[in-house]
Structures are given as structure tokens and as C-alpha cells.
């Protein structure tokens, strides 16, 4: 039935009854619509009442109601004769009210005072201050919300807004997206673990907000908040370029993955190979005899001098196409130098030199001849024929010359040599299994590959547990 057809018919008797609630300006007078309902006579009901219509320490008598206005259309049964009352459903409790605005809205009645314009001067002026009692002439304000049902509302919104980050994180590929998993972080980052990525994050942190970075035009030193390499965070930069290294993703895959630009990923890998490059080169990796001696494993006992086993790698490279010739490879070499304490720890790594190059010449130019001594040695393969260019003693396998067969304390010799080199082929291996060097680097990124080399070198020592008890086990 429309508002506009209510009819409102006065009630005969010699008293009116007025609602209860606060604010409520609803009297019986004018009764056809809205219904008028007593308290309930059990004491845990009526205690409901009065705690939900904020008159606790009011007193009911057999005259105090409380209009439909005030209960769900639920709670009420309507009459099935025009003549019969309105009921209430046992148990029905009033829940609708202004302060937290769901009371029912009152059917507007058209008097004279709607017909006339009552001048402004002879308003009466709204209070500032509205009491917590029986009220026909005001409506509650904003202030008046219940604190309780407020309260809960803005605990809801922060647990939604918690979900939403949530989701947030697990559909972009972020390093918050793998830190519950740390095979995930082994396989994106070569990380043992995620703690162990987030203690080498805490190292290099303070110093990368000094990094400079690379952009289209010049290097610019900026800060990392200034977004200047794109809208990944800094420790998400990092994450793209561990990917990078660890997996061998090409710029493109990881735009798309970071949902960047690809330009942008350049820049990134750029910045932070030159940045990584800096930070770890800057640390003292060459031991003293005596710290060497302090670490020797039971399993150099024979060897009890070794200061560096020494082996070198090799990688292969895209060629220019201008350079290939017909039935060439599409790839050429280039070699780098390897040095690794007995215990297993990188030492010295050289710079990449072109793949044509000699073991022995690689380890002339490499620098390490300046740091040997007398009093030490060092353990290398059979093809370093290096003894005349190093002032110290040199353990190598026995190999065959004029001679037809080995005499039998060389052959013990070269086993036991041959079994302790197997550890510096293994770490060689925990460099390879950064993909990146695992297959043909890409030419484009050619003129950072040494700096991309000697960082996936000097990360070995942060990255994984001691080389000799790992696969000691195995």
C-alpha cells in the first residue's frame, strides 16, 4: 500500500500512548498504519527491549509501547481481518532504529503547516546538544551511530583490505608471491632458503639506496624510491634479477612476468650486475695461510699446504651475426678462472678472456700468480703446466709422457688428487646451475657478462651451505 493512500483515522479514548524510543515521534492517536506492541513479560526478552532501545534503567508499565516502526517485517504477523491486531512473533526483539539509521521511514502526513510558509525568522534555531532521551521534535545526528556496530564494520574493512593485498600478491609474480616456499626460492633464486635470500637482502639494503642507475639516455644516480627503472620495488628488482640469472629468462618473459616494460628489465639487470658486481667485488675473498689452515677439512690431510684448487670454465656465446661465416657455429667461447679454498669457499675469480686462450695464459693474466707465496701450493689439473710461473709448489695429476705406465705411487697420488678436484668441478657446477651460463648467453647482454659471471661466482658463498659436507653425505 503507497504512502499516499494511508488514511489516518483518530483513535477514540481519553489517552493517547506515545513509543518509548528515543527520537521516535510516533503516538497512537494515529493508529492505522502503524501498530503499538507492549513489552514482553519474559525478563530476558524485555531486557533485549531495553538494551536495544537505550533505556536500561527505565521503568515499564502495563502503558509502555513501542511501535512496529522499530521491528523487521519478519518479527510481525499481520492480521488476516481488518478488524484484528497486529502481533509480534515470540521472541522478536526491536532492532530498526534512527542512530543506526535502519529505522522504517514514517508515513508523512499533509497538514496546514506543509501548506503554509512559516518565515525564517520564526524558526526555531536546531540545538547543538541532543540528549540520550525521549526526543519528538529532532533527529539523531551522525555522532549518534551505535560506536559497537561501528566498530565491527571498520575490523571487516581492514580484514577485507587484508584479503585484497592478499590476492594482490599471489596474481603478480613478486618474491611475496614465493616466501612461504622455499623450493620456489631455490629454483627462482639458487637460495637455500628464503631466509637466506632475506639475510643477504639485509646486507646489500642500506647500500642500494646510493645505487646508480642506468637509464635510456646516461647513467643517473637516483634514489630507489623514485621509481626510475619502473614500478617494481626494490626488493622485486633484486627477485628480477636473481630470475634472471637463476633461470635464464629473456627480457621479454620477464617484462611480461613483472609487468613492465622491456626496456625496463634491461635497465634492471644492467643496474644491478653493476651494482652486485661492485658490492661483492668490494669484499676480500682471498684468505690468509693461516685462516686456510684453520678450515682444512680431514680430507686434504695428504695436502695439508693446499692454499687454492684452481680449474676454469668456459661459456658460450652468441656471435654477432656480422661476424658469422657460412658453416660456422652461431656461438664462441669464453673462459674464465676458478679458485676455491680447501673447505670449499670461492677464493679468485679472473675476468672472462676469449675461449682460444691457455690454461696457463689465463692464470698469468688473471692475477692470482701476485697473490701465491712461498709455502704454499696449489692444486690444479692435469693441462696447467704452470710450475715455471708460480713461486710455490704445485699438486697436479701424473700424466704420461714417454712413460708406458705410471709407477704405483703416482697412480695413488693422482687418485687422490683426482678425487679432492672433484669438489672444484662441483662448484663450478653450482655456477652453471645459474641457467644463464648454462646454455648460449644471448649477444645482448654480452657487455655485462663479466660482471653477471663474477657476481653468479662470488654469490655461491652466500647462496648454499659448506661445498664438502653437502655432498660428503651424497
Known amino acids: 500500500m503507497s504512502s499516499k493512500s494511508f488514511k489516518y483515522l483518530r483513535r477514540e479514548g481519553a489517552s493517547s500512548r506515545y513509543c518509548c524510543v528515543p527520537f521516535c515521534k510516533m503516538s497512537s492517536r494515529f493508529n492505522s498504519v502503524i501498530s503499538f506492541h507492549s513489552f514482553p513479560l519474559d525478563e530476558e526478552t ?55 539509521s535502519c529505522s522504517t521511514p514514517a508515513p508523512k502526513r499533509t497538514g496546514l503547516w506543509k ?19 525521549h526526543d519528538y521534535c529532532f533527529s539523531p545526528t551522525q555522532a549518534d551511530l551505535d560506536l559497537d556496530q561501528t566498530e565491527d564494520l571498520q575490523k571487516e574493512v581492514e580484514f577485507l583490505r587484508r584479503q585484497v593485498a592478499e590476492l594482490s600478491v599471489l596474481q603478480r609474480f613478486c618474491l611475496g608471491r614465493f616466501a612461504a616456499s622455499d623450493d620456489d626460492i631455490m629454483f627462482y633464486t639458487r637460495f637455500a632458503t628464503y631466509n637466506h635470500l632475506m639475510a643477504f637482502w639485509r646486507l646489500i639494503e642500506p647500500a642500494s639506496h646510493n645505487m646508480v642507475r642506468l637509464t635510456r639516455a646516461r647513467q643517473a644516480k637516483t634514489k630507489n624510491e623514485d621509481g626510475a627503472s619502473g614500478s617494481a620495488s626494490p626488493i622485486d628488482e ?124 689465463l692464470l698469468k693474466q688473471s692475477g ?19 710450475d715455471d710461473c708460480v713461486p710455490c709448489k704445485v699438486y697436479r695429476p701424473a700424466y704420461l709422457i714417454k712413460q708406458e705406465e705410471l709407477p704405483a705411487n703416482e697412480v695413488r697420488e693422482t687418485q687422490s688428487i683426482a678425487r679432492l678436484r672433484v669438489y672444484i668441478e662441483r662448484l663450478i657446477c653450482r655456477v652453471k646451475q645459474h641457467k644463464l651460463f648454462d646454455t648460449v648467453i644471448p649477444h645482448s647482454i654480452t657487455r655485462t657478462i663479466n660482471q653477471l659471471y663474477t657476481v653468479a661466482c662470488l654469490l655461491i658463498n652466500y647462496q648454499n651451505g659448506p661445498l664438502l659436507q653437502a655432498w660428503a653425505k651424497d
Not at 70 to 94: C, M, N, Q, W
Not at 308 to 335: A, W
Not at 354 to 361: A, L, P, Y
Request: charged content about 20%.
Open 46 to 100: 524485555r531486557e533485549k527491549w531495553l538494551r536495544n532501545i537505550r533505556r536500561e534503567n527505565f521503568k515499564v508499565s502495563p502503558n509502555t509501547r513501542v511501535c512496529s516502526r522499530h521491528f523487521k517485517s519478519d518479527d510481525l504477523i499481520e492480521p488476516s481481518t481488518p478488524t484484528a491486531r497486529r502481533l509480534l512473533k515470540k521472541g522478536a526483539v526491536p532492532t530498526l532504529f534512527q542512530w543506526n
Open 115 to 133: 501548506k503554509k510558509k512559516v518565515p525564517t525568522h520564526l524558526k526555531d534555531p536546531v540545538p547543538t546538544d541532543l540528549h540520550q532521551d
Open 238 to 361: 633484486f627477485f628480477l634479477f636473481m630470475v634472471h640469472l637463476s633461470v635464464g629468462l629473456t627480457e621479454r618473459d620477464l617484462g611480461h612476468r613483472f609487468n613492465i616494460h622491456q626496456s625496463n628489465v634491461s635497465q634492471i639487470i644492467t643496474t644491478w650486475a653493476n651494482f652486485l658486481y661492485t658490492i661483492l667485488g668490494s669484499v676480500r675473498i682471498w684468505m690468509s695461510v693461516e685462516a686456510v689452515k684453520a678450515q682444512m677439512p680431514k680430507e686434504f690431510q695428504d695436502y695439508p699446504d693446499t692454499q687454492v684448487v684452481i680449474d676454469c670454465t668456459e661459456l658460450r656465446c652468441q656471435t654477432p651475426s656480422s661476424l658469422m661465416r657460412e658453416g660456422e657455429g652461431s656461438h664462441c667461447t669464453l673462459k674464465g678462472l676458478i679458485g676455491m679454498a680447501p673447505h670449499g669457499t670461492v677464493t679468485f675469480v679472473s675476468s672472462l678472456c676469449g675461449g682460444s686462450v691457455s690454461d696457463k695464459e
Open 368 to 386: 692470482i700468480v701476485s697473490l701465491l707465496k712461498p709455502g704454499m701450493a696449489i692444486m690444479v689439473n692435469k693441462g696447467f703446466l704452470v
